[in-house]
């Protein structure tokens, strides 16, 4: 069982920027991969950046250049920089992270887990 627990988010006019924060407890052993995914009023949710405990990182294309995720698997913590907010950028923006673990009878098993989601809102 992980929990993921988001801070950061808010109101901010265009142009402007935000830092969202992400932090992982419980099980947290078995977490390889952790990111951002959000979604819009009347759209389907949509990656907007992970990264691996190996510095691998995938990104949409919406974000890159303006947004940087970063984080600290030692703290179970993934963060999300983002610059140059747009309108189209506000939504419920969620954390994610991806286990893999294997049980003693040797099969692998894999697991997403979610946060509740924080809101970012860009608007004037």
């Known amino acids: 069982q992980v929990d993921l627990v988001e801070s950061g988010g808010g109101l901010v006019p265009p142009g402007g920027s935000l830092n969202l924060s992400c932090t992982a407890s419980?099980?947290?052993?078995?977490?390889?991969?952790m990111g951002w995914f959000r979604r819009a009023p009347g759209k389907q949710r949509e990656l907007v950046a992970t990264?691996?405990?190996?510095?691998?990182?995938e990104s949409a294309d919406s974000v890159k250049g303006r947004f940087t995720i970063s984080s600290d698997f030692s703290k179970d913590r993934v963060y999300l920089r983002m610059n140059k907010l747009t309108p189209e950028d506000s939504a419920v923006y969620y954390c994610?992270?991806?286990?893999?673990?294997?049980?003693?009878?040797?099969?692998?098993?894999?697991?997403?887990?979610w946060g509740q989601g924080t809101q970012v809102t860009v608007s004037s």
């Open positions: 419980g099980d947290t052993l078995s977490i390889n991969t």
């Open positions: 990264i691996t405990e190996g510095g691998h990182i």
């Open positions: 994610y992270a991806h286990e893999t673990y294997q049980s003693p009878g040797g099969a692998v098993y894999e697991d997403d887990n």
